[in-house]
């Protein structure tokens, strides 16, 4: 009888048109910019991605992941044993159980993603969304009942027409969602872009426990510098985008979003979704930009983005943190995004807003923020008896003073510093006025031209010179000096030096007993992790180990470490200062005071001051240098 | 019909480090210009077509630099008074001085004398243009300004008060045309007997604060000083005035 063969034929008509819409899905993502990726590697290497480094981040959330793992995983086996049972009709029971298996362990799965979504946390979105653990459910179930016969349970013909023509529609809803919805931009869309994203990756070091953080360097010969358009991203950028399965993850963790200014990462990069596929956000349906209403965002390809997609202040909103980042289960890339579209802003309309465009002229004139006399740079140094490497030519340890030379609260924090090195007897010397700007706040503001400018001339200064280290109290110019010059340094200036953090280097200091320290008398201490310094460069521990060697026992706040809430200070965020409800510093002081500590320890200058500037009564705030110092056993001659 | 704005640009010298820059009031004088003729605007630099600097400008959204060549000894005054009565323009934009070079603020006033056009100095913002007229305020100090009516064509020189420039932008500015055309050949006879030395720090007259309270300090601070001295002399004839002027010269030892 016909109707008998009409689910086979219904699957068939459906995994066909699911492959077809993941064609043009495709061509959508191919209106990108070229971006060289070894497909092969990538989708040999895809599984393993899966299985480790995604899972590694999806774990953190045991329910979903124990979820993801049940429906996700029985979904795949039974969509292929579907196949070999429903379609190639091989008539062997086994297999037929085996699908029953797999079919009973996604039921499971989907009855906890049913469990969620009944009274779901705001961060998830609705919508769609929300129909598909019913989706899960009736396909789980239909393919049970239609297995039952194969499997020796039922005998054929069970039901007759009628059990047919219900299985049918079954079928129709369960794979219009798995397999048609994959293709066409259905919820499910995010296995086979995530699949694909996880294999093309533009970073693919983060893959195996790597960390790739440094932003890429922006062409300045092309027609258009950073990006306008969609189109302007390359295209495994876009790929990326489509990855997202709004779990809503970085806009629970993002600083801006909780200061109520207009960014929310996931809308952001659904609306990177809306730009490469064309149309409107209406049918977005989660969390808006704060004080953005829904519905208002058009855009296609080849739209700039500014124009309608994405406000200016969205962009500008963000602290470039990485929070969202570490904590996206499919590993995209917001910061990178927001950057590049920053990159259009700056280096081709002159839109920085606020502050940013004296400061940016400046960086360029003077070669640091403030527009100070570069022959100024060391006059903080002027009782400090430092060498400077013009004279010394060669040094074990180059000190990176950085930006901070200019600002009197950074000043203590350096003074702080060179105390302890000269009491530990380090071979240390300064370049002196032949420091300039890392470049960070430039290149963060979207201007690569000059960040790449300074980075260049830095390191020209820097090849004069031998040192095996560079150490630097300011994590931003740590973070541009061991991930983002390397991209420049054609002659090896910094070849095999080791680029490391104050508080990495103290702890060295102290853990060989080159510094004696006593004991902290102090009340209670909690540590703030800089972003610069622990999501780019994965540095929690050093700063913490020197806090346990004064006898601390460190008060952590709620969010430490990785998942660290930012001061604010980064990204050029004070500078451009876009307005919300509230400051992203006073958030994170109340973190600090919520601990009952007395004193908050950092290892950033800009986390000093940007902690420093919320009102009092609050704890008072310290560079981990300065505590150290005040414990400093002096030897007396 | 569009009027023919032309702002003329210098390269500038940072105060602090000293480094080529674009000069701010110049580039207020290209703000200026943008304001009133859009990208029609003309903006031309005596010198170097290679100059960096000139992008500078240009990222202000210029699609073009006219740059008269010429080499750094040379004259800037003759390429750019012939270039202006070519262009037939009808404002001429400067800035007040400019931050290198002789730096006298000489160059506004030599072109308004070479082309026989009134010149008005210190311009904070030029409102509206209209039946071959301009209304155009100037900048006094405080913040005060004066609205006076400027028949075309004239040359402006743009003080600090009006509206400060744009950012400028990399990518434009690195895309920009150079129109080059020929530049003078004379040098400039009195620049070339001068010599460049670092300027000493002007002593400072000692301030002695007399104020007892608060109220009077700051109305020291903000009130406008009281000349006293000075008179207004208008029903007097020419002789008289320009006596007055002369008598002023000497007595304040500018003129011996």
Request: aromatic share 6%; hydrophobic share 40%; charged share 25%.
């Amino acid at each position: 009888m016909v109707i008998d063969w009409l689910p086979s034929i219904l699957i068939v008509v459906l995994l066909l048109l699911g492959v077809i819409g993941m064609l043009r899905r495709a061509s959508l993502w191919r209106a990108g910019q070229p971006e060289k990726v070894n497909i092969v590697a990538g989708l040999m290497a895809m599984p393993g991605r899966y299985l480790k480094d995604l899972h590694h981040v999806v774990e953190r959330d045991k329910y979903m992941s124990r979820t993801h793992v049940a429906t996700g995983g029985g979904f795949v086996l039974s969509m292929v044993l579907v196949l070999v049972v429903h379609v190639f009709k091989v008539e062997e029971q086994i297999v037929a159980w085996a699908l029953l298996g797999a079919l009973l362990l996604m039921l499971v799965g989907a009855f906890f993603v049913f469990k969620r979504r009944l009274n779901p946390p705001e961060r998830l979105s609705k919508g769609p969304w929300m129909r598909l653990p019913k989706s899960l459910i009736t396909f789980a179930v239909t393919f049970i009942v239609l297995t039952l016969p194969a499997a020796g349970i039922l005998p054929e013909g069970t039901g007759g027409v009628a059990l047919i023509a219900v299985l049918s529609i079954g079928v129709i809803i369960g794979l219009g969602e798995l397999l048609f919805g994959m293709g066409w931009g259905g919820p499910m869309k995010h296995a086979f872009a995530g699949a694909l994203h996880l294999a093309f990756h533009r970073r693919p070091e983060r893959f195996g426990g790597g960390r790739s953080t440094g932003l890429k360097p922006a062409n300045l010969d092309g027609d258009v510098l950073g990006v306008a358009k969609p189109s302007d991203f390359k295209w495994n950028q876009l790929l990326g985008f489509d990855a997202c399965v709004q779990c809503g993850k970085c806009q629970a963790m993002c600083p801006a979003f909780a200061a109520g200014q207009p960014l929310n990462p996931k809308k952001l990069i659904q609306d990177m979704v809306v730009g490469l596929a064309g149309g409107s956000d209406a049918n977005y349906a989660g969390s808006p930009y704060p004080g953005k209403e829904i519905g208002q965002a058009k855009g296609s390809p080849n739209e700039i983005i500014t124009a309608g997609l994405v406000s200016q202040e969205t962009l500008w909103s963000c602290t470039t943190c990485r929070a969202c980042v570490e904590e996206c289960p499919m590993m995209i890339e917001h910061v990178d995004a927001i950057v590049d579209m920053r990159r259009f802003l700056t280096m081709e309309k002159g839109e920085t807003p606020n502050k940013g465009s004296e400061v940016l002229e400046n960086i360029i004139a003077t070669d640091n923020p403030g527009g100070y006399a570069p022959g100024s740079r060391t006059n903080w140094a002027a009782d400090q008896n430092l060498a400077v490497m013009k004279d010394k030519k060669e040094v074990d340890v180059l000190f990176w003073v950085s930006d901070g030379a200019f600002d009197m609260r950074s000043q203590r924090i350096l003074r702080a510093f060179v105390k302890l090195m000269k009491a530990a007897k380090v071979d240390v010397a300064i370049l002196g006025d032949e420091e300039r700007d890392s470049g960070d706040v430039a290149r963060r503001l979207g201007d690569d031209a000059t960040f790449q400018s300074l980075a260049k001339r830095n390191l020209a200064t820097l090849g004069q010179y031998k040192f095996n280290k560079i150490v630097t109290t300011d994590p931003h110019a740590y973070h541009c000096l061991r991930n983002e010059y390397a991209d420049f340094d054609k002659d090896g200036a910094l070849a095999g030096v080791e680029v490391l953090h104050h508080t990495t280097f103290l702890n060295r200091l102290v853990q060989s007993g080159a510094l004696k320290l006593d004991a902290f008398k102090g009340g209670k201490v909690t540590y703030h992790d800089p972003c610069y310094l622990g999501r780019y460069n994965g540095e929690y521990e050093a700063p913490r180990d020197l806090l346990r060697s004064l006898g601390i026992e460190i008060a952590e706040m709620e969010r430490s470490g990785f998942r660290s809430r930012c001061c604010g200070g980064g990204g050029g965020a004070p500078i451009t200062d876009i307005p919300g409800e509230r400051r992203i510093a006073d958030m994170r002081m109340e973190d600090a005071s919520a601990t009952g500590a007395e004193l908050v320890a950092v290892g950033c200058q800009q986390c000093t001051a940007m902690l420093e500037g919320v009102v009092e009564p609050r704890p008072e705030v310290k560079d981990i240098s300065e505590i150290l110092v005040d414990q400093l056993i002096e030897e007396v001659h | 019909m569009p009027h023919k704005v032309i702002s003329l640009i210098s390269v500038g010298r940072h105060p602090q480090s000293g480094r080529s820059r674009r000069a701010d009031q110049d580039s207020r004088a290209v703000e200026l210009g943008l304001k009133l003729a859009g990208t029609d605007l003309d903006v031309v630099h005596a010198g170097n077509s290679e100059e960096p600097v000139l992008r500078q400008y240009a990222g202000m959204g210029l699609p073009k630099v006219t740059v008269l060549e010429q080499t750094e000894s040379a004259d800037a005054l003759p390429a750019l008074s012939s270039y202006l009565k070519a262009q037939q323009a009808d404002i001429v934009l400067t800035g007040v001085r400019a931050e290198s070079g002789e730096s006298s603020g000489m160059m506004p006033y030599l072109l308004s004398e070479q082309l026989g056009w009134p010149i008005v100095a210190r311009v904070a913002d030029i409102v509206e243009i209209k039946d071959g007229e301009a209304q155009v305020l100037l900048a006094l100090p405080r913040g005060q300004r004066r609205q006076v009516t400027v028949k075309l064509p004239f040359i402006a020189s743009v003080d600090n008060a009006a509206q400060a420039a744009r950012q400028s932008a990399f990518g434009p500015g690195l895309r920009a045309k150079m129109a080059t055309q020929s530049g003078s050949t004379e040098d400039d006879s009195v620049r070339v007997n001068w010599s460049e030395a670092p300027a000493k720090a002007r002593p400072k007259r000692l301030k002695v604060v007399k104020a007892k309270t608060a109220a009077d300090r700051f109305k020291a601070a903000t009130a406008k000083p009281q000349g006293g001295s000075g008179k207004v002399m208008k029903n007097e004839t020419a002789q008289e005035k320009a006596q007055a002027i002369f008598d002023l010269l000497i007595e304040e030892k500018v003129i011996r």
